[in-house]
């Protein structure tokens, strides 16, 4: 094994291994599961207490499961059989996402200490494959939010400044794995929330087409937005894990029956050729910088599409006219559905339950009650809006106008691709900034401007890091047609290569040692 940046196989080389690095070690019997899930353990231990990228942890059942992936690897070997490549690697799992057994939170009070009798789709594709899963990472409420402050129990830190934010609302799996707590992590896409956090950290993350990673078992925010998706390190992690979880899931009524699948194989062959010759490359007009960008971000992303150059790619300017209304479309979809979703915690069936202070005990407030103990301001905030856009005489004026601004973004979409077989994007028009440096949620709103259209058109999209800004990290963004999944893996293997070619190594080298206990 190689682990990044080490020569030698120490448990503090093994977590910053590569997951394809880690797997390796497994295959050549270098290293157990259970070793490997000690090693990631210990580090969550030592460092964690600064990050707080876990909201739980479960080393018992860790362990337990690293265990049953090396019998699970025993038992092929002996009878020359294959057993998945991540097979024995640990994984964390955001906490919107629903395990059994183990405590699922989506970090709000109304449902703390809520444990699942069921496992979602991608958890039982997870334990089929037997990667070990180490905990619960932390995010906004109910991934309400771009930078894990709006959690009910904690912030999450940025491991390159633990005074800075980690990005979010999937904060938490980004801090993990940039922190080498976790070599790849589960996180869910909204309106950006794998790829920002992804972006700000200095990782790799992956909003595949909508419907081909199943929402079930994921607790709703924004049904027709929501995309569960891989985070790692390295692209070709990131392609790993995308093979796990995504999958046909007749559970889920938008789930496709024609996953993209093969993504690391993908990978592999664009590392192995570096040549893009042929490719077009779209660069969206309306989010090449302007207004709110940081100008080293900028420079990263253009300095990027330099190297994509060299390696063979037509890169052009091509318009997405509508995208300059997406933002306000999105923030009318989006609280919409999120009204109706988080309707289900009334306090009656499961989760918190608050009876009122004074006056009687009826439904309606015992639910006023559970609902303003157990709910934070963004969530709140977000309820109001979505009922109010959805209210009596405003459905029209607000959700329907929104809905035919969305319709007219995914047209953008379709001319795109008669001119490119890929966009690109700064992912993020800014680097991570620090805690409470927006507390002004419109302000917050606006970060979103990069990653939503994604979201909207239900179109694949990857960050990953491109350079740093003042010391602090820089996302490239990807986009590609629905189920043109593979396409994000070619460009963002070959683009990574050359990157890494250039900094001598992984950006997170670059990265300031964390203070272990």
Do not use: C
Not at 176 to 194: L, N, Q, R
Not at 319 to 337: G, K, R, T, V, W
């Amino acid at each position: 094994m190689n682990p990044m940046n080490s020569d030698t196989t120490t448990a503090a080389a093994l977590v910053r291994a590569s997951a394809a690095q880690q797997a390796a070690a497994l295959a050549a019997g270098e290293v157990s599961s259970r070793e490997l899930t000690r090693a990631h353990l210990d580090r969550i231990a030592a460092v964690d207490g600064a990050v707080g990228a876990f909201l739980d942890v479960d080393a018992e059942k860790a362990l337990a499961d690293a265990d049953a992936a090396d019998a699970a690897r025993r038992e092929a070997d002996a009878a020359g059989e294959q057993v998945p490549e991540l097979t024995g690697v640990p994984t964390a799992v955001k906490d919107l996402i629903v395990t059994h057994g183990q405590v699922t939170t989506a970090a709000s009070r109304i449902l703390e200490g809520w444990v699942p009798p069921y496992d979602a789709t991608l958890v039982k594709n997870l334990r089929a494959a037997h990667l070990p899963i180490l905990g619960k990472t932390n995010l906004d409420e109910f991934a309400m939010g771009g930078s894990t402050e709006h959690s009910a129990f904690g912030r999450t830190a940025n491991p390159w400044d633990l005074e800075r934010i980690p990005g979010g609302s999937s904060g938490g799996s980004a801090a993990a794995v940039g922190a080498f707590e976790a070599p790849v992590a589960v996180g869910t896409d909204t309106g950006g929330s794998i790829r920002q956090p992804a972006a700000v950290t200095g990782t790799v993350g992956v909003k595949p087409t909508y419907g081909t990673v199943s929402r079930f078992g994921v607790i709703a925010m924004a049904s027709s937005l929501d995309t569960p998706g891989p985070m790692a390190r390295t692209v070709l992690d990131t392609a790993l894990l995308h093979d796990v979880i995504a999958s046909y899931d007749p559970l889920d009524s938008t789930s496709l029956p024609d996953a993209p699948r093969g993504m690391a194989e993908v990978v592999r062959a664009a590392q192995a050729g570096a040549d893009l010759s042929g490719l077009r490359v779209g660069v969206i007009a309306e989010l090449d910088g302007g207004e709110g960008y940081q100008s080293g971000v900028v420079d990263s992303f253009h300095a990027a599409l330099e190297l994509l150059q060299e390696a063979g790619a037509a890169v052009e300017t091509v318009s997405l006219p509508h995208l300059e209304y997406a933002l306000d479309a999105y923030y009318l979809i989006m609280p919409a559905e999120a009204s109706s979703n988080l309707a289900r915690y009334d306090g009656m069936r499961y989760g918190l339950r608050v009876e009122p202070a004074e006056g009687p005990v009826t439904a309606e407030t015992v639910m006023s009650a559970t609902r303003g103990a157990g709910f934070g301001d963004e969530v709140k905030r977000r309820i109001i809006l979505g009922t109010h856009v959805l209210s009596a005489g405003y459905y029209d004026a607000y959700y329907g106008s929104a809905q035919k601004v969305r319709t007219l973004v995914q047209r953008d979409f379709a001319a795109a691709w008669q001119q490119a077989d890929v966009l690109v994007s700064p992912t993020a028009p800014v680097t991570a900034y620090r805690f409470g440096e927006k507390d002004d949620p419109l302000a917050m709103y606006k970060l979103d401007v990069t990653t939503i259209p994604a979201n909207l058109a239900g179109v694949p999209a990857m960050s990953l890091p491109s350079g740093l800004s003042d010391g602090l990290p820089v996302g490239f963004q990807i986009l590609a047609p629905q189920r043109a999944d593979d396409r994000l893996y070619r460009v963002g293997a070959v683009l990574e290569q050359m990157l890494e070619n250039k900094w001598g190594g992984h950006l997170l080298a670059q990265a300031p040692e964390l203070e272990v206990k």
